[in-house]
């Protein structure tokens, strides 16, 4: 590819200089010409060309004497006699067709005055005028192509520099990509194979990252698209695992009772039938999650926003609250903000939210603990946010499971387990409704021994 540029290159190069040489000799021959063209102007004057036209030899002679001296003006700018040069300025005639003679003189309709017949109907030509009214041309000699000596000489060694500059170009060139290519290709063909890897689902892929280019920031940011994709192949594959787990679960209680009392080994009564519902509820509520979940991660979980009183929302459900607590046997305390700050939410979504976080932490705190609720406003230099704290004591949650509370179906294989009846889809739950609202979401662990999740929404 190198190779056709350089050429290519070469001969716009050469055919430029062609033109260019071309132009410049055509240009100095019309300097040349011009002062004899100034001198048939004004024979034109003295007697329109009628001596011209019967002397012939007094054109020649002329011509002559204009192009050996350039000139036939004095001092002053005074017009010389005719006559023959003087004898230490005499030079030979011009050849025919060489530095610019003979040349061909005309009159305005065309015709012939002095001089050959013009071949060429396109040949150069300088404007005879008199009294700003054309009265004939002067047909200079075709220069194209050159056939002056000195210029095809300069041709040829212009041209000459030129093939040996680009054979110099073609070599280093050569010897370049010979030497640096490897270094290019290489790393590109592993770039290449990396990316039909991933494409075909192969993600284990480690590119060399120790050059300092781009190539090296490219194998950088393959090496991070592949550990993403894993992670998210891993993350998918143990969302598949775990939502059948979940589903499995309940239907296998709902079918062995079911089993169970038909049987005979189980009394159909109230109470089993009791169980049944609950085991029923709780599919039903883990299909409403991982629907929720769904809606929301494609962007289709519908809010009906307005602006809302939190303190007053909370005081309402305060009744709820104290059943949860008293079902797990925790001590609540709960603290509101007495400015009544108003957030835009959605009502039933800010519900489901603060269920969620009260329902966690009653579901997974130890009997007899604590549950810490409480409502606040936080200013900030730039904005202020309605701040709700919802903390419960031991057991405590590992720092190290922290980054992951809000990953799907995620519990935490401690004292806060599965036997509580989790699905681990509460706080995943939670974090999007969070960011439905523009708000922000953390846990931390609390000071009363297990965990603080911290939310704030922006003040209206």
Excluded at 429 to 456: Q, Y
């Amino acid at each position: 590819m190198s190779t056709i540029l350089v050429s290519l290159t070469l001969g716009l190069v050469l055919w430029s200089m062609d033109q260019g040489l071309l132009d410049y000799v055509n240009q100095r021959q019309i300097e040349r010409f011009t002062p004899l063209a100034t001198e048939l102007e004004l024979q034109y004057a003295e007697d329109q060309w009628q001596v011209l036209q019967a002397e012939p030899q007094r054109y020649d002679r002329l011509q002559r004497r204009f192009l050996d001296t350039g000139s036939d003006r004095g001092p002053g700018g005074q017009r010389m006699r005719e006559g023959p040069p003087p004898r230490h300025d005499r030079r030979p005639p011009p050849r025919p067709g060489v530095g610019g003679s003979p040349a061909s003189l005309i009159d305005a309709q065309q015709q012939l005055v002095a001089g050959p017949p013009p071949r060429n109907p396109h040949a150069q030509r300088i404007m005879l005028q008199q009294n700003n009214a054309t009265v004939g041309y002067l047909v200079l000699p075709d220069t194209n192509p050159l056939t002056d000596s000195f210029s095809l000489q300069f041709q040829a060694r212009q041209e000459s520099a030129i093939a040996i500059i680009g054979l110099v170009i073609l070599s280093v060139s050569g010897l370049f990509a010979f030497v640096i290519s490897p270094r290019i290709v290489k790393p590109i063909a592993e770039v290449a194979a990396a990316a039909n890897a991933m494409g075909r689902g192969s993600y284990a892929i480690t590119l060399p990252e120790q050059r300092k280019d781009e190539i090296g920031e490219l194998g950088r940011d393959m090496n991070q698209l592949a550990t993403t994709l894993q992670r998210s192949e891993q993350m998918r594959q143990r969302w598949l695992a775990d939502t059948s787990h979940e589903l499995r679960t309940p239907l296998a209680i709902i079918k062995g009772e079911i089993e169970a009392m038909l049987d005979g080994i189980r009394a159909f009564d109230h109470a089993n039938l009791l169980s049944l519902k609950q085991e029923a509820d709780h599919l039903h509520k883990l299909i409403d999650d991982l629907t929720d979940l769904s809606n929301a991660d494609i962007g289709s979980l519908r809010y009906h926003m307005q602006n809302l009183n939190v303190n007053t929302l909370i005081e309402r459900n305060r009744e709820h609250i104290d059943l949860l607590a008293q079902d797990a046997n925790l001590r609540l305390t709960l603290e509101t903000d007495t400015a009544h700050q108003r957030v835009y939410a959605d009502q039933q979504r800010l519900q489901q939210l603060f269920d969620n976080l009260i329902t966690n932490s009653c579901k997974y705190s130890d009997p007899g603990g604590v549950l810490h609720v409480s409502l606040k406003s936080v200013i900030n230099a730039d904005k202020s946010w309605m701040e709700l704290v919802v903390e419960d004591s031991a057991p405590a949650v590992a720092a190290e499971h922290l980054p992951h509370l809000f990953d799907y179906l995620y519990r935490v294989e401690s004292s806060r387990n599965r036997q509580t009846g989790g699905a681990g889809l509460g706080l995943a739950i939670a974090a999007r409704i969070v960011a439905a609202h523009k708000g922000e979401i953390a846990v931390l662990p609390s000071d009363l021994g297990g965990l603080k999740v911290v939310v704030r929404l922006p003040i209206t």
